[in-house]
């Protein structure tokens, strides 16, 4: 992150919330982060960490009649928050362009693919002729591993599987070669052997286009295969940002501790005890004063009344670059996230 | 797809044949006797017998039934000597109350039933499909709280009292209008225009109800698809989104039901037609009804099966068309 | 059959018809989702079953447990054939045998209190009258970890968590001997899941429980079964103690399976040998001759496409079903960390 290019989306105390019936739910809690070209960062987190939201409101597709943004999203200098419809449809699918969670969901059942991945980059070649199309269409198609193109281009999209479908979803986002590729739980329901087969797709093309990625998951293992940076969520704050070495080596939040707990010892072939983080994630309408995680936080005890009155600000700790938002001193993070033990 | 239209249609003969079967058989265990009524009150008991035998209603009920059947395709003659007279094919039968074959009389009062029924389906699929749309695309706010509230007052509220208050208030109160006589566009365009605006209205509003409340969740339930998110994510306009992703999706639905609504509309709209006294089909079913006019009644009821029954098949078909996800599996 | 074994389940197949062709659309075809399936289940111990979507998994549950009936083949609890009972004999069956069910939500009646859910498998079963049947499921509910003041309440006041806890609850209420999981986690966040893991195996220990324990999930598996088997088009294409297939798969579906599971440290990126598999899983419907991995294998041969392998015993004592199986070693060694 000691990169001294601007950065090609910056984050700007984001906030937003949705009103419902029961109250008003804050999904994304002032949130701050900057992203540089051709990186990979991770956004993780468990559901109702507003990590979806978030990366909603980076292409403004949340519902507008129900939610409320503030902040700043800048995206090539212009704040997407506040710019125009026009000026945010030039950005969508263009500049930044999207991956989601379901493939079986993500494609108009009505028309074939070879049409919607051709109106993807119509809509931004508006001049482009019929053959021109044809060819990038085609062209994209094999470049995401779909066998037989020429075939399948006229088929529907209920005529291929989950994988497929994802790919098909790939090609729709890189076909105006964006600068930006948002993908939303991309893999999260396909199967391993899948998963494994669209993550390295997504990983070469990278090195073909350049693109950076914001992955968001909530799959550690998904972290620890692709990632460069990653975003801890937790409540719709971000807990921890490191280098994804150091999150997996030293976390620096107590948060991350058990998660990493929560995960890391399926690893091992023993059976016993997982780390658990005891409780589950608060409701999003009524937060608990100071941090958000102190009620689940084994170690909020210890220092003193600060974790239940005052929300911790995201800080550097340690010289690894990593940033932590946690009331325990630098030194106690750093000795707990290096220790072997972290519960 | 091929395949399957002609399973479809093998499907719609069967079921019609199944449809004739039943009305024929129900009309037939009536305790009225058709002959009896054919003559009036003072009728004498030779006259009661020959007319039973000219009519065919000596016969057995299987055999009447297979006269009745083969009179469709071939036409039919009555009687024999100088009593004799035939209705040609297609026919459905004979109306000794009216003295017609039924199919004549059927040609004669369906046209008025068709116009009215494609007028009123053309402003009411505007209407309906309209309003529904301008509330989903405003959901929340004062247009949609309108239209949902004009839904539910036109789903509850029934043809023959608004029929009545529109005629009164137009009609004679006001008198905005001269009172509906119907005349064939043909021969009076301007006085079949100004009989049949009041009715093409009261049915067309009163039936978009329910299709605006279809369009408005139809379209409410696509915008939160993941396809039309890949479409906004797309860069695609507005405009663009709507039409070829949300009302694509909305429509199927109501496609259905709109078929299925106007092949009913066909079969006679009893109550308009009675309201605004237009000559068409549903009147005189009703009055066949009263009069016992069995024949008539038969006839009637054949001509909206076959409607529903065909508009079940174009629907299907149209299914096949609409979405890929039937047509090519 | 021995006295260590809870369950056994002999050449099951289930079969579903589907399409339809022809004026009068019979069905014409049937998706062969489970097609042959063996397996014994060890007293006390975990069998955990692995295999991705459309591999038979979670049919094959539905067949073990007999919501719904086996095309073929046999199922022995404690030694007695329970495909062919009805009536009484299979309502003793149910007592022995219990579910627990993927998702938390559609799975608990959101109009019933937390312990009329509990109670009902003992209602049914026509075991305790009201007074005693809350005892019971105060008794159940603090053996789950929940609060048993909390029986007055409904599903949706509790979190996702909990209402599997309430669900596992129910399961026990009958004291089963073998517990069905069929994705009992795959629905929750990770901190959680390690939680329900946790008390999964905490119950065994304590109530000496047989479990059959199904998950797409290979580290969850690995972390609770005993033996694992791995399916794949309706059938196993190996079984055995889950420590040696972790270390040394001898299938090459296996193997693919297991390389295709992310890391667990960034550090191991790019480590070798990780095994890519190409393409889609084929159609249940209309599945490869000989083996059904064959079309997606780096081995096959002609052989395997016109016999199929038969699941058998490996020089190491592993049991698989590949005409070309890896090395495995003969004896176990220290599995890499």
Redesign the interface.
């Known amino acids: 992150m000691s990169n001294t290019a601007a950065p090609v989306l910056s984050v700007q105390n984001l906030r937003v919330s949705f009103d419902t019936q029961d109250g008003t739910v804050r999904a994304v809690d002032d949130i701050s982060f900057d992203v540089y070209a051709g990186e990979t960062i991770c956004i993780v987190g ?2 109702g960490s507003g990590k979806s939201v978030m990366a909603g409101s980076i ?1 403004r ?1 949340n519902n507008s ?1 129900t939610a409320t943004t503030e902040g700043k999203i800048l995206v090539n200098g212009i704040d997407v928050l506040t710019a125009s419809e026009e000026e945010v ?6 500049e930044v ?2 991956i ?3 493939p079986m ?7 074939t693919i070879g049409k919607q991945i051709a ?2 980059y119509v ?2 070649h508006p001049g482009a002729s019929k053959r021109e199309v044809h060819d990038v269409v085609l062209a994209m198609m094999i470049k995401v591993g779909i066998p037989s193109p020429e075939k399948r281009i006229d ?2 999209p ?2 291929f ?1 989950g ?2 479908r994802q790919r098909i ?1 790939i090609a ?1 986002a890189l076909v105006n070669n964006p600068k930006i590729l948002i993908a939303d739980e991309p893999t999260t329901a396909l ?7 669209i ?2 797709l997504m990983m070469s093309l990278q090195k073909e286009f350049g693109m950076t990625i914001i992955l968001i998951t ?8 692709v ?1 460069q940076d990653v975003i801890v969520m937790y409540a719709g704050h971000i807990v921890e940002q490191s280098h ?2 150091a999150l ?2 030293s976390p620096t939040h107590p948060y991350s501790w ?2 990493l ?9 023993k ?1 016993g ?6 409780g ?2 608060p409701s999003l309408i009524s937060l608990p004063a100071g941090c958000a995680f102190h009620p689940r936080c084994v170690h909020s005890k210890g220092s003193g009344n600060a974790c239940m009155t005052v929300q911790p600000k995201l800080r550097d700790v340690g010289t690894d670059g990593s940033r932590s938002a946690c009331h325990l001193t630098d030194d106690v993070l750093i000795s707990i996230g290096r220790g072997s033990d972290r519960s | 797809m091929f395949l399957f239209v002609v399973r479809r249609l093998f499907f719609a003969v069967v079921l019609l044949l199944a449809v004739s079967v039943f009305t024929y058989l129900l009309f037939a265990l009536l305790p009225t006797d058709p002959a009896a009524l054919s003559c009036g009150i003072h009728c004498k008991p030779e006259t009661v017998l020959a007319n039973r035998i000219r009519l065919g209603y000596d016969k057995p009920i299987l055999e009447q039934y297979w006269h009745f059947l083969r009179g469709i395709f071939v036409g039919r003659d009555y009687g024999f000597g100088q009593t004799a007279f035939s209705c040609p094919a297609p026919s459905l039968g004979y109306s000794f109350n009216q003295h017609a074959c039924v199919t004549a009389l059927i040609g004669e009062t369906f046209p008025v039933t068709a116009f009215l029924a494609i007028g009123a389906f053309v402003l009411w699929m505007i209407i309906g499909i309209g309003v529904g749309a301008i509330a989903a695309l405003n959901k929340g706010k004062w247009q949609d709280r309108f239209a949902t509230g004009f839904a539910a007052v036109g789903v509850s509220l029934p043809t023959f009292y608004i029929g009545l208050l529109v005629l009164f208030s137009v009609v004679i109160w006001f008198q905005i209008l001269p009172f509906p006589s119907y005349e064939s566009p043909l021969d009076n365009f301007s006085a079949f225009i100004t009989a049949m605006i009041l009715p093409w209205l009261v049915l067309a509003v009163l039936s978009a109800a329910s299709y605006t409340r279809l369009t408005r969740n139809g379209m409410l339930e696509a915008m939160n698809e993941d396809f039309v998110r890949l479409g906004v994510a797309k860069g695609l306009r507005l405009r663009v989104i709507l039409s070829r992703y949300v009302m694509r999706q909305a429509l199927i639905p109501i496609v259905t039901i709109a078929g299925l609504d106007f092949a009913g509309l066909l079969g006679g709209a009893i109550i308009t037609e009675s309201v605004f006294s237009l000559p068409g089909m549903g009147r005189m079913s009703i009055r066949a009804v009263v009069d016992s006019d069995l024949p008539v009644l038969v006839g009637t009821t054949m001509v909206a099966a076959v409607f529903i029954v065909l508009a079940n098949v174009i629907v299907d078909i149209t299914y096949g068309f609409l979405d890929p996800r039937v047509r090519v599996s | 059959m021995s006295s260590d074994v809870a369950l056994q389940a002999v050449d099951l197949v289930k079969h579903f018809p589907t399409g339809s062709k022809g004026l009068l659309g019979r069905p014409d075809k049937s998706v062969r989702a489970v097609d042959g399936v063996s397996f014994t289940l060890r007293k006390g111990k975990t069998l955990g079953i692995v295999g991705e979507s459309g591999c038979g998994k979670s049919t094959l549950a539905r067949v073990v447990t007999r919501l719904i009936e086996p095309t073929s083949g046999n199922i022995l609890l404690d030694g007695v054939d329970i495909t062919k009972t009805s009536g009484k004999d299979l309502r003793n069956m149910r007592r022995q045998m219990q579910m627990i069910f993927q998702d938390p939500v559609s799975s608990l009646n959101p109009r019933h209190s937390v312990g009329q859910i509990i109670a009902m498998p003992l209602r049914v079963q026509g075991l305790l009258d009201e007074e005693h049947s809350n005892e019971r499921v105060k008794e159940l509910m603090k053996l789950v970890g929940l609060n048993p003041e909390h029986f007055n309440r409904y599903p949706h006041e509790f979190s996702g968590g909990q209402r599997q806890r309430i669900g596992i609850a129910r399961s026990l209420a009958l004291n089963p001997t073998v517990i069905v999981a069929d994705e009992p986690v795959s629905a929750l966040d990770v901190s959680v899941q390690a939680q329900i893991l946790n008390l999964l195996e905490r119950l065994q220990s304590d109530l000496g429980l047989s479990m059959i324990f199904i998950a797409h999930d290979l580290s969850v598996v690995r972390h609770i079964a005993d033996d694992v088997a791995v399916m794949y088009l309706g059938k196993i294409v190996e079984i055995g103690p889950a420590e040696e297939v972790y270390a040394s798969p001898a299938h090459p579906y296996t193997k693919a399976l297991l390389s295709a599971v992310p890391i667990h440290d960034p550090s191991e990126r790019g480590g070798p040998g990780r095994i890519r598999l190409q393409g889609d899983v084929p159609s249940p419907i209309d599945p490869p001759s000989g083996c059904r991995f064959r079309t997606r294998c780096w081995k096959a041969t002609d052989l395997c496409g016109a016999v199929e392998p038969p699941l058998q015993a490996e020089a190491s004592g592993r049991v698989v079903a590949c005409h070309f199986p890896e090395e495995t070693p003969v004896s176990i060694g220290k599995s890499p960390e």
């Open positions: 468990e559901s292409m597709l009649s449809r030039g950005i969508r699918g263009s362009a999207m989601f969670q379901d969901s993500a494609l108009n059942p009505y028309f109106e993807a809509v931004h088929e529907y209920h005529q599987s994988g497929m979803v729709i199967d391993v052997t899948v998963q494994a087969q993550l390295d909530h799959d550690l293992g998904v972290v620890a295969e990632a994804v070495d997996f080596h058990g998660l707990g929560s995960v890391a010892s399926y690893g091992a072939n059976r005890d997982l780390y658990t983080i005891s589950s994630p």
